[in-house]
Nanobody
């Protein structure tokens, strides 16, 4: 099994920036894609950004142009940098990883980190 631990959330003023991190831990696994999702109160979880094992990225329309997803494969860590933050970016941000090991494929979610954009 692979565990994901996020960090970097908090309170940010509108127009500000933040960087989220997510590290995967476990035994003998290989990660394929990693992604960030978010869920605001009363709304469905939505995809924010995805990065493949070779670094191909894609972004949700709501954050496109304001966000950058990157990963450090040596550290099994994915990052999300967001700029020009808006109150509507307020949500719990979840890390996701698709991986495989000797037992087959799997998918893991982090516990979530709260991001609040407010003055």
């Amino acid at each position: 099994q692979v565990q994901l631990v996020e960090s970097g959330g908090g309170l940010v003023q509108p127009g500000g920036s933040l960087r989220l991190s997510c590290t995967a831990t476990g035994s003998k696994f290989t990660i394929n894609s990693m992604a960030w999702y978010r869920q605001a109160p009363g709304k469905e979880r939505e995809s924010v950004a995805v990065i493949s094992s070779i670094g191909t990225t894609s972004y949700g329309d709501s954050v496109k142009g304001r966000s950058t997803i990157s990963r450090d494969n040596a550290k099994n860590t994915v990052y999300l940098e967001m700029n020009s933050l808006k109150p509507e970016d307020t949500a719990i941000y979840y890390c996701n990883a698709v991986w495989y090991n000797d037992h087959g494929p799997g998918r893991s979610w982090g516990q979530g980190t709260q991001v609040t954009v407010s003055s």
